[in-house]
């Protein structure tokens, strides 16, 4: 079964890029969300695996709580992707870790690839190079 994917990123393009790229690696793409409210409305569905989730969105530095709500209430394993490494690097319960932006098709890939085998309580790899994991 394909896993489904949330993205959470209010930068349009880069929410965009995220989608095929994911598309591409054979994943399903719930939906993307720019705000909490829009990512709150979309796991509230259910069914979701993973989702990857922007620090600051248009409502403002919300995307912090929402990973925590997103992976403590609605069960999903969750990934900060953002530019502010710093803002999570104390961790934050019921996530699993950040990749730091910029990155590339080939980080994104090994992450998701990593969270997935964690969550179906697979063998994992190594911890990919890009994905600082929280204790």
């Not at 969300?33 to 248009?58: E, F, K, M, N, Q």
């Not at 502010?84 to 961790?91: A, I, L, Y």
């Not at 996530?95 to 730091?100: D, E, K, P, R, S």
């Amino acid at each position: 079964m394909t896993a489904r994917i949330l993205i959470i990123e209010d930068e349009a393009l880069v929410a965009m890029e995220l989608r095929f790229v994911l598309e591409d690696l054979g994943y399903s793409v719930v939906g993307t969300a720019p705000d909490a409210r829009t990512a709150l409305a979309l796991a509230s569905r259910g069914g979701i695996d993973l989702a990857l989730v922007d620090i600051h969105l248009s409502d403002g530095a919300t995307g912090v709580g929402l990973g925590q709500q997103l992976g403590e209430a609605h069960r999903i394993t969750v990934f900060y992707m953002t530019a502010n490494p710093g803002m999570v690097s104390h961790g934050v319960p019921g996530t699993m870790g950040v990749l730091t932006k910029p990155t590339d098709e080939g980080c994104v890939r090994e992450a998701v690839e990593y969270a997935l085998h964690l969550r179906r309580g697979e063998p994992a790899p190594l911890v990919p190079p890009g994905l600082k994991m929280f204790s």
